[in-house]
């Protein structure tokens, strides 16, 4: 019964700490484009740099009509956000925010994770397909053809960190790297380790869509891609577990090349796993932002030329030197 | 009840509660007013031309045919990641020829120039030593 009530008290925790997250990133994000473009953002709202910009603009949301365009497919496009948000939320029932901080400690963590984050190109499809619009058909095709592209150099990529722990456990990956950042999968194997992390992190800024991979939902050619028809709450709802899955890439990233909630030096263990952690993930978040507002959008060749004719035949040969490597070396 | 897994079937269904609970509270407040034109599919604000379920290009079941090949082969990757070392070398021998097998897949879609995303239709090609490129050639 405690653990029935434990899980369902960090289950509360989790949800509040996605919509945290999701209103200080979007505003952070506003921010950070207006400084790197010479501009303000935000200012009005909440009067310290509009800090509540995103909330104001959330409340908007709830206020606005839901529109269902009368050629849609209606249950189709009613279940679309459900199962997009589901894949996100899902992804973070085994990530570990600190050592005993974990939903479900599953002894095929890693594995669930890919096959949950799996669903969300279903949803995009199902999006795309049923609002029976054309931006929305053409941005769900091509992100379904980026998305699955992309997810196998994301696969044999992550399998690096499982071969070297020998274990798809999140908390087992997370101790096999523990008593200081020369212990932290990256730097395992020079310099495979930090190839499969390469590899990992520019493969996983083009399965959450954004720039330079943002080609599914370019506004510019698209309107907004899959989501144009949606409107009001619905439309947030993609827009939040946009956000949510940039942390979840991020934290995914952290835990299994950065070490997750261990500390980088011994001495700083009295500083709690969670703010390691978080740090960690912060960062890969920053750097996804950073490069949407630096980078210009590739054209489609490129990314799927990119995927298939580098990073695969890379993350193919990497694993294979990988599991040699631990089979004589260590 | 269901071992581990409790806590990941109370996040999935959390997370459909979530967006149910949300939708329905926004649809409480937010207003209801339909009319034909707010309903009719968005097309930069010209009527819509025809239905939008249309047959698309070929090549997104080619990729999606090469992704479920190279996506179950991941899936044979998993377990003999965590079991290999137990194995010895015999298992990671095999595993590396059945990737290299699986590579020289790869080289033979490439080599037919299925990955290739810019392809000119072969009529164009074939004709373009008689006719000249006009926007109308193009076209066809």
């Given at each position: 019964?405690?653990?029935v009530?434990?899980?369902?008290?960090?289950?509360?925790?989790?949800?509040?700490?996605?919509?945290?997250f999701?209103?200080?990133?979007?505003w952070?994000?506003?921010?950070l484009?207006?400084?790197?473009?010479?501009?303000l953002?935000p200012?009005e709202?909440?009067?310290?740099?509009?800090w509540?910009?995103?909330i104001?603009?959330?409340?908007?949301l709830?206020?606005?009509e839901?529109?269902i365009?009368?050629?849609?497919?209606?249950?189709l496009?009613?279940?679309?956000?459900y199962?997009?948000f589901?894949?996100?939320?899902?992804?973070?029932?085994?990530?570990?925010?600190?050592?005993?901080l974990i939903g479900?400690?599953?002894?095929?963590?890693l594995?669930y994770?890919?096959a949950?984050?799996s669903?969300?190109?279903?949803?995009?499809?199902?999006a795309?397909?049923?609002?029976?619009?054309?931006w929305?058909?053409?941005g769900a095709?091509?992100?379904?053809?980026?998305i699955?592209s992309?997810?196998?150099p994301?696969?044999?990529s992550?399998l690096?960190p499982?071969?070297?722990?020998?274990?798809?456990?999140m908390q087992?990956l997370?101790a096999?790297?523990?008593g200081?950042?020369?212990n932290?999968n990256f730097?395992?194997?020079p310099?495979?380790g930090l190839?499969?992390f390469?590899?990992?992190?520019w493969?996983?800024?083009?399965?959450v869509?954004?720039?330079p991979f943002?080609?599914?939902?370019?506004e510019?050619?698209?309107?907004a891609?899959?989501?144009t028809?949606?409107s009001?709450?619905?439309?947030?709802?993609?827009?939040m577990?946009?956000?949510?899955?940039?942390?979840?890439?991020?934290?995914?990233?952290?835990?299994?090349?950065l070490?997750g909630?261990?500390s980088p030096?011994?001495f700083?263990t009295?500083?709690p796993g969670?703010?390691?952690?978080?740090g960690?993930?912060?960062?890969?978040?920053?750097?996804?932002?950073?490069?949407?507002?630096?980078?210009p959008?590739?054209?489609?060749?490129q990314?799927m030329g990119?995927c298939?004719?580098v990073?695969?035949?890379f993350?193919?040969?990497n694993?294979?030197?990988?599991?040699?490597w631990?089979?004589?070396v260590? | 009840?269901?071992g581990s897994?409790f806590?990941?079937?109370?996040?999935l269904?959390?997370?459909?509660?979530?967006?149910l609970v949300?939708?329905?509270f926004s649809s409480?407040i937010?207003?209801?007013?339909?009319?034909?034109a707010?309903?009719?599919?968005?097309e930069?604000?010209e009527?819509?031309?025809?239905?939008?379920?249309?047959?698309?290009?070929?090549?997104?079941?080619?990729?999606?045919?090469?992704?479920i090949?190279?996506?179950?082969?991941?899936?044979?990757?998993?377990?003999?990641?965590?079991?290999?070392?137990?194995?010895?070398?015999w298992?990671?021998?095999?595993?590396?020829i059945?990737?290299?097998?699986?590579?020289?897949?790869?080289a033979?879609v490439?080599a037919k120039?299925?990955?290739?995303?810019?392809?000119l239709?072969?009529?164009?090609?074939?004709?373009?030593?008689?006719?000249?490129?006009?926007p109308?050639?193009l076209?066809?």
């Open positions: 019964m405690l653990d009530i434990l899980t369902i008290a960090y289950l509360v925790g989790v949800i509040s700490f996605l919509f945290l999701v209103l200080f990133a979007v952070f994000e506003r921010k484009s207006g400084w790197m473009q010479d501009r953002g200012m709202t909440g009067g310290f740099q509009g509540l910009q995103t104001a603009d959330a409340i908007k709830l206020l606005k839901d529109i365009p009368e050629q849609a497919d209606k249950p496009f009613r279940l679309a956000p199962i997009i589901i894949g996100t939320l899902g992804a973070f029932a085994v990530i570990p925010f600190g050592a005993h479900s400690d599953l002894n095929i963590g594995y994770i890919i949950i984050s669903i969300i190109a279903i949803g995009i499809l199902m795309g397909w049923s609002s029976n619009n054309k929305s058909l053409y095709m091509r992100s379904a053809a980026q699955i992309y997810e196998i994301i696969g044999l992550l690096v499982a071969v070297m722990a020998g274990s798809l456990s087992t997370v096999a790297q523990g200081g950042f020369w932290w730097l395992q194997a310099p495979f190839i499969a390469i590899i990992y992190f493969a996983s800024v083009a399965e869509n954004r720039t943002d080609i599914p939902e370019g510019s050619e698209l309107v891609g899959y989501a028809e949606y009001g709450m619905r439309y947030a709802m993609f827009f577990s946009e956000y949510a899955n940039l942390f979840v890439v991020s934290a995914i990233g952290a835990t299994l090349f070490g909630w261990s030096l011994p700083l009295f500083i969670p703010i390691w952690f978080l960690k993930s912060m960062v890969l978040v920053f750097i996804q932002m950073w490069l949407r507002w630096t980078l959008r590739l054209r489609v060749d990314l990119v298939w004719k990073f695969l035949p993350s193919f040969l694993l294979i030197v990988v599991s040699f631990m089979l004589w260590k | 009840m269901f897994f806590p990941v079937i109370l996040f269904l959390a997370a459909g509660g979530l967006v949300i939708l329905f409480l937010a207003p209801h007013r339909p009319n034909p707010k309903n009719s599919t968005y930069c604000g009527v819509a031309e025809g239905s939008s379920w249309i047959r698309f290009n070929s090549r997104f079941y080619i990729i999606a045919l090469i992704f090949i190279f996506d179950v082969e991941v899936v044979f990757l998993y377990p003999w990641a965590i079991v290999y070392r137990h194995l010895g070398f298992a990671w021998l095999e595993m590396a059945f990737l290299v097998i699986l590579l020289t897949g790869l033979y490439w120039g299925d990955l290739e995303w810019i392809r239709p072969e009529k164009e090609t074939e004709s373009s030593a008689e006719t000249p490129l006009t109308d050639n076209r066809n």
